[in-house]
């Protein structure tokens, strides 16, 4: 039984780790572990019975709350908070029931005043030891009440100990940046206003006492499935209780409830390992693999996206002569980017009108896709559906159709303005017009792109309260993609939002696939695509090789985008025939090792945003094939030795690596510090990659 109701404790185990919590003597439902699974439910905790601290800290204020409201004299991070249509601004969900239904709890919390009606939902995943936790409210009463915050969870940490956040945080071109630091008295806030999740931080988090590194110690981890604003508060107090409080950002946020109404918040899934970051990260990585992607067993094609090579200048001519191209190079796809549909003749016109322009493509887009898949490469396409630029048939049509105040000049995004996707005339416009081109065409890549953050964010015309268009945006935004997976389960998505600007749980329910920056210079992407790492797995990372940072070693760059769903995005015109056939060999190599980069487990050897030394390794789930990709970005001349040590080896199991002599146990190969030649004389940006292979005795 994943869960147990054993004396009015709550217990949720999942295979190794366990989370419980109860109704305290005040009738506060209170947190009392997370951690290592234990023997016995007697193990257990009961819920911590605080006692008052002085005149000026309640016992509610001591109490670690599995989902507090705003009231009494608490001054912690509440989960909820509401104001009556009578103007009370106080909210007490008391216990009223619970239902275990098979791995999912539902507890049931009740105002005794107001009719407010607030359920916990607890999800266990037991193989893969996470819990999912969101709540619901209900209005039962006939008046309608303002939800001010609804988050979806607060995860409470061992009382006693200090701790260190995990997280990260970047900037477009510049994204991913793994920052551990102390977490101080007090609160902490990571949060997006933008309208998509960020280039800026992740709804996302690891807490660890300090010690842990990527082999071992307590790693607490969690975040939220949510592609809009979200808040993260990591609150210290005064009492040694550390707990993270997640969810929809309140910040500017209302949503009206009326009479029998429901509001949902977003899923937030959170785990804990005693095996270090490391640890962390594959749990995540064999979540998402296994249980979240549209297409998880789906094998990536090498692909070539035409965007850095033409720009705007997409016509059949200038995309069938990169196609020959990329076919020779061993490409199995090939994506038109920006710049095909009508009017799009630079970055100031056309969007929002999806259907190929008649000038670019006298001949319709079927000549170019025929050519393409004769060349024997599916062929992709790429869309931005929540942009229209004024300069637009659309927006001609549909002025009203944008976010905008009546009373403000919108600002232009990328020379863009903000297609309102919580209207449902917007969401209708765009499941036909996508559609349309998925019918039409045989597209079996199609790329869903957003390049601009929120500006003057008015809804006109909103049916009722307009600050509730941070939450309706992201549902328009998720229902119009729903369904146009739904009648194209074929097509595979990526996302991209300028690169990293919307990486999360929520777009990787409808993508397989995320271009996670635009910056694509590989000494920058291996820190990009480390930070990366600790959340999702490469099966999720374009990882693209172009003509940026050009002066790194050909092979070099290859090697960085290997390590996630290669492809190449050059100006492949005017590569050199030597550059021509070097990289079809290494995208001939890279098609051996790619089901251990997508299905495998990966290891952080060393990481990325320390040393002038990196490598990653990935390990098939049987252990019998791996292969290490390593990189010296810069080292001194006189440093000693670069050495590493593998993982996820079998001890006793025989195994051979590449360059290197000899048939060792997998425990000599953990334990040797080995030497790849990426020292003295090479010099700086050289790289190696080396299969690992098990010999049967
Ligand atoms: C964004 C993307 C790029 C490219 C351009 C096209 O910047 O991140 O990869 O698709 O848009 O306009």
Known sequence: M??????????????????????????????????????????????PNPGAWGPFNNPSQLTPEEYPGYEDMKYVEPCLKVTQADGVRDISPRFEGCEIDGDTLRITLRDGVYPLRVTLHYRVIAAYDLIERWATLTNDGAVPMTIERAFSAQWHLPTGDHY???????????????????????VTVLESRRLTSSHHHHPWFALDDGRADEEQGAVWFGL????????????????????????????????????????????????????????????????????????????????????????????FESQARLARLAAQLGAEMFMIDDGWYKGRFSQSSG?????????????????????????????????????????????????????????????LGRDALHLNLARADVQAYLIDALDHMLSRYDIRYANWDMNRNVSEPGWQDAPGEPRELWIRYVDGLYHVWDSIR?????????SCSGGGGRIDLGMLRMSDLIWISDNSGAPDRLGIQAGYSLMFPATTMQAWVTDQQRDVPFRFRFHAAMCGMLGVGADITRWSAAEMEEARDLIAEYKTIRPLVQFGDLYRLRPADQQGFTAVQYMS????????????????????????????????????????????????????????????????????LRRITMIDS
């Open 486 to 494: 739904r009648k194209h389960p074929q097509v595979i998505w990526q």
């Open 2 to 47: 994943p869960i147990s109701l054993h004396n009015s404790l709550f217990i949720l185990e999942t295979d190794r780790t366990a989370y419980a919590f109860g109704l305290n003597q005040a009738g506060l439902l209170a947190h009392s572990y997370w951690g290592e699974r234990l023997p016995f439910l007697d193990d257990y905790p009961v819920p």
């Open 621 to 688: 789930k049987d252990q019998r094939e791996g292969v290490l990709l390593a990189f010296r970005t810069f080292v001194g001349q006189h440093e000693p030795s670069l050495t590493l040590r593998l993982r996820g080896l079998i001890p006793g199991a025989l195994y051979r690596v590449e360059g290197c002599d000899g048939v060792r146990s997998g425990a000599a190969w953990m334990n040797l510090d080995l030497q790849f030649g990426l020292y003295g004389g090479l010099g700086n940006y050289s790289s190696t």
């Open 224 to 315: 939220l499935d949510w592609s809009g604003n979200w808040k993260l508060a990591a609150e210290v107090t005064d009492f040694a209780s550390t707990r993270v409080s997640i969810g929809v950002n309140d910040w500017d946020f209302a949503w009206r409830l009326g009479a029998g109404e429901v509001f949902t918040t977003p899923r937030s899934l959170a785990g804990f390992t005693r095996g270090g970051f490391g640890a962390a990260s594959r749990t995540m990585h064999d979540y998402v693999r296994e249980q979240v992607l549209p297409h998880p067993r789906v094998v990536h094609p090498v692909y070539y996206n035409s965007w850095e090579a033409t720009l705007f200048d997409v016509n």
């Open 351 to 411: 969007l929002g009108d999806w259907m190929p322009d008649p000038h670019k493509f006298p001949d319709g887009l079927e000549r170019l896709i025929a050519y393409v898949r004769e060349l024997g490469m599916e062929f992709g396409l790429w869309f931005e559906p929540e942009m229209v630029n004024p300069d637009s048939d659309l927006y001609r049509a549909h002025p009203e159709w944008v976010i905008r105040y009546p009373t403000r000049e919108p600002r």
């Open 164 to 186: 260190r956040l995990t997280h990260l945080h970047g900037r477009w071109f510049d994204e991913m940046h793994i920052e551990r630091t102390a977490l101080a008295h007090g």
